[in-house]
């Protein structure tokens, strides 16, 4: 299938690994002109030179931290001289801390409102006005399956990522007619570097082996296997893509079919 974005302008956050990376790459196979931010310099240049080596697209990245609203002010000023307009843009952020409602502090919550919910508004705004002028779009966010089902050690992401659902889908219907599409991806348990993280949290707490709980999530996920990166970025990279132009204000769970709900 001719994806039909050739030539396009990408602006891909936390790219330096990841789902970010694994999604930057993706596009730029399709031709796709791609910029990639994250804090790490060193991990983000590597991972530029790593796509340009494989497609030979033009990757341009520069270090940014998401949470902060001058570095993303900066981030879309410095893309914007560079590559002229971003027509793809794919909201991307690390995960707050797990824990209980009882562990989070006033700073705790704010923290992920600010990477999780602010940093998807803040791109989002400021990349509107181009995307409306060439009447053509794509907004993509990252979330969780936890916004579909809820995980009980990750109270912050659960609230934060819900609020990008809801703002997504309210955003969706009032920039359709100018050509803009805005969806959601929820990865399920993929083999990135956060679940680890979030393996080896369990595994402290419960005094057991974090192949042990890697083993027990594979065994709650039909396909009895977790995910891999680049089968997230095949979602998003069609989700991108011009024959999904009438694929908007969706949420849509990429999980090997663990989430139980209907919808």
């Known amino acids: 299938m001719d994806l039909g974005i050739k030539g396009k302008r990408a602006l891909v956050a936390a790219a330096s690994k990841g789902l970010g990376k694994a999604t930057a790459l993706a596009l730029a196979r399709e031709g796709v002109d791609v910029c990639i931010t994250a804090r790490g310099t060193e991990a983000l240049n590597a991972a530029a030179e790593e796509i340009r080596a494989a497609t030979g697209r033009t990757v ?42 009882t562990d989070m502090s006033d700073a705790d919550w704010l923290g992920a409102i600010e990477l999780n919910l602010m940093s998807a508004v803040r791109l989002t705004r400021l990349l509107l006005p181009g995307m409306r002028a060439e009447r053509w779009g794509r907004i993509i966010n990252i979330t969780s399956v936890a916004v579909k ?18 703002m997504a889908k309210t955003l969706s219907g ?37 192949e042990e709980v890697v083993a027990r999530w594979e065994a709650t996920v ?27 204000g969706t949420t849509i769970q990429i999980d090997g079919g663990s989430t139980l709900g209907l919808l």
């Open 60 to 101: 341009l990245a520069i270090a940014s931290d998401v949470s902060d609203e001058g570095h993303i002010e900066t981030l879309v000023q410095r893309v914007t001289e560079a590559m002229g307009g971003v027509d793809i843009l794919v909201n991307n952020a690390g995960g707050p801390r797990p824990g209980v409602f």
């Open 149 to 166: 089902q809820p995980m009980p050690n990750l109270i912050l992401s659960n609230a934060a990522r819900s609020a990008v659902v809801a």
């Open 174 to 210: 009032q920039v359709a007619a100018d050509g803009i599409t805005v969806n959601n991806v929820c990865p399920g348990y993929t083999l990135t570097d956060r679940v680890r993280g979030l393996a080896e949290s369990d595994a402290a707490r419960e005094g057991i082996s974090v």
């Open 222 to 248: 039909p396909a009895r296997r977790l995910g891999q990166p680049e089968e997230v970025a095949a979602l998003i990279t069609f989700l991108a893509s011009r024959p999904a132009g009438y694929i908007t």
